[in-house]
């Protein structure tokens, strides 16, 4: 086990909201380029990803979790980029089950190298797994993915998740209206009455590169409509800090399916989550512009404690709500309106989505 961290006083940011969820990003690099994530024209070969001497080493990455958990984080995950390519992973995951105070430490993967790495992340303790996967067929994943990797060797990894003891597997489906629409109910039906959680996720303005509209937005109330048309579905009870998804049940008991509303039904009043980029930047928002930079005073020499009162000090100041004001900028139910004030924004890739 590590060295407990000392317990600071809990932060809370200018709404009162807490700080309990952190999201790192191991790597900005992915084998995939989602047209949505990291379209192929902004992340050619040209494109200059960060050196590997930039990145956090694990025992770097450990030290900033015992600072942020001193501050009130229970819940890590694990993304990137895409988190997999990032070699010994399951050694990070390990030393963060082994600090005290981490309640789960989670994973997002494309999980198109899953099936390789499945036993060795259960083995290091790894909690949870979240898989993304936005259509069955080769020609709508590719055209979500720009890939020629088969779907199934994502259903592969999902199937290997599985099998070693991680139950349920998350599989998130990013939802384009007119590109892999389609696919919600064949989806809806490859996952119902399986050990897996299938969660719709709205198609969102992150980054710069992927050349969002608000028309390729399908609200997620008509994803579910189109569901509940099928498969009745009801409704379950949800905590209310730091859900992202709106979860139902099939009435059949098919099981759970999730819907993550984050532009039509935005979730910012509850939002708990910081994300540490790759090199060591803090954001407090996925949609900011500007990160504070940990690994400059980490690699000066910054113990636990200094670390902790930085992060504490632009919690404190976090006025982040993006997704509220969107909304109030734009009328996505009428499916039309506005594109929204649009201000430089990180890419998901880099910051961890
Ligand atoms: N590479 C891993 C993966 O794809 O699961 C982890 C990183 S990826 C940035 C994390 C999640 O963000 C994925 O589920 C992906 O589908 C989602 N995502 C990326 N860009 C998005 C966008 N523009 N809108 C909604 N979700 C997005
Ligand atoms: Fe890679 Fe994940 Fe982004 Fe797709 S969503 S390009 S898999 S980081
Ligand atoms: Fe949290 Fe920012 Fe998303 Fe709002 S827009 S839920 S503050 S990450």
Redesign the pocket.
């Known amino acids: 086990m590590g060295a407990p961290s000392q317990r600071l006083a809990p932060v809370a940011d200018s709404f009162g909201r807490p700080l309990r969820d952190l999201r790192i990003s191991v790597t900005d690099r ?5 047209r ?3 379209p192929r024209e902004v992340f050619g070969r040209s494109f200059q990803f960060l050196e590997h001497s930039e990145l956090l080493r694990f025992e770097e990455i450990a030290l900033l979790a015992r600072a942020f958990v001193a501050l009130g984080v229970r819940d890590v995950r694990l993304t ?3 988190p997999l390519l990032r070699r010994d992973i399951e050694r990070l995951v390990s030393m963060l089950k082994a600090t005290a105070g981490v309640r789960e430490v989670a994973l997002t993967t ?1 999980g198109t190298i899953l099936a390789h790495k499945a036993q060795a992340l259960r083995e290091a303790g790894l909690d949870r797994v979240t898989v ?1 996967l936005d259509a069955l067929d080769q020609r709508t994943f590719q055209l979500m ?1 720009d890939t020629p990797i088969a779907p199934e060797r994502v259903l592969e990894g999902i199937e290997a998740a599985l099998a070693v003891g991680f139950r349920p597997v998350k599989v998130n489906m ?1 939802v384009r209206r007119g590109v892999n629409d389609h696919c919600i109910l064949p989806m809806a039906e490859r996952f119902r009455g399986s050990d897996h959680i299938l969660r719709f996720i709205e198609y969102m303005d992150v980054g710069e590169s992927n050349g969002w509209r608000l028309a390729e937005v399908l609200p997620a109330a008509q994803v579910r409509a189109l569901i509940e048309s099928r498969w009745p579905l009801e409704a379950i009870d949800e905590e209310p800090l730091g859900t992202v998804a709106r979860r139902y049940r099939y009435r059949d008991g098919g099981g759970e399916v999730g819907f993550i509303a984050s532009v039509s039904e935005p979730f910012c009043g509850g939002c708990t989550r910081a994300r540490l980029s790759a090199e060591g930047h803090l954001y407090t928002c996925l949609f900011a512009s500007r990160g504070l930079d940990l690994r400059g005073p980490l690699r000066a020499g910054a113990g636990e404690r200094e670390l902790a009162a930085l992060i504490a000090g632009a919690w404190a100041a976090r006025r982040d709500r993006y997704s509220q004001l969107r909304s109030e900028r734009t009328r996505v139910e009428a499916g039309g309106g506005g594109e929204g004030r649009r201000s430089a924004k990180v890419e ?2 880099y910051i961890g ?1």
């Open positions: 992915c084998n995939l380029r989602c949505y994530c990291m990137g980029g895409e494309n993304s993915t990013v998901m890739s989505g």
